[in-house]
């Protein structure tokens, strides 16, 4: 079974809209936690935000948060008021055991669109 | 400045003809992983290292070594490349300390012909 899905190969946004991207997650696991990364044209990975899986709180890091259902395993991404400079690939993923080593499972990516 | 570096950057090579890809971090990470990215399937790791000397394998060893001979470096080692292993490679690195970071090097394009 896939431990990332992200269901939306392609996303289009008006320019200063919000935008859901979804990911949901697969693990036994209770301690986990969720990324978020941006891979631009230039092919970079730019991290986002986190959510640790015994976070109270949701996520957020300036427009970006994460919206953190843990009884659904979904941690979808909302950007608010979106940018030209928002079109990208956009990653999620997640490590297993909080202490452990350093893998981390990807989604397969949705490519945002931002629309003038 | 904290950073992973990566070279090359873009690598153009003919079956067979052994080649290695550089890492090095400058944070003093314990935790460094190589990963590959292919259209479609998003990123798989191919190795792990925990620390100087500890290598393990990712999801994706097939046709890779590594090794770890100093907490700062963390080569890939391509012995005998194929076209199948055309890819974007990405180095990463952490500290054991910090779960919620993962930092990643700029990429290395890699073609097989």
């Known amino acids: 079974a896939q431990k990332i899905t992200q269901t939306q190969p392609g996303m289009f946004v008006q320019e200063k809209e919000a935008v859901t991207l979804d990911c949901t997650y697969d693990?036994?696991?209770?301690?986990?936690?969720l990324f978020w990364y941006k891979q631009p044209s230039s092919g970079e990975m730019i991290f986002l935000i986190y959510q640790g899986s015994y976070d109270q709180q949701n996520a957020t890091e300036g427009r970006y948060s994460l919206n953190f259902q843990k009884a659904r395993k979904s941690a979808n991404l909302v950007i608010s008021a979106s940018q030209l400079g928002d079109s990208a690939m956009y990653f999620c993923a997640m490590r297993e055991g909080i202490g452990g080593a350093n893998n981390l499972f990807f989604g397969t990516g949705t490519r945002l669109t931002v629309i003038p | 400045e904290a950073q992973v570096t990566q070279n090359p950057r873009y690598l153009i090579t003919v079956t067979g003809k052994k080649l290695t890809v550089t890492c090095s971090q400058n944070?003093?990470?314990?935790?460094m992983s190589w990963y590959r990215q292919d259209p479609g399937l998003g990123l798989r790791q191919i190795y792990y290292?925990?620390?100087?000397?500890?290598?393990d394998k990712g999801d994706v060893p097939e046709g890779y070594k590594v090794s770890r001979k100093e907490k700062r470096n963390f080569p890939l080692i391509l012995e005998s490349p194929s076209p199948n292993q055309t890819s974007l490679y990405f180095c990463a690195s952490r500290s054991k300390r910090e779960a919620d970071t993962q930092y990643f090097g700029p990429g290395t394009r890699l073609t097989v012909l």
């Open positions: 944070m003093n990470h314990e935790y």
């Open positions: 290292s925990m620390n100087v000397e500890v290598t």
């Open positions: 693990t036994s696991d209770p301690s986990y936690g």
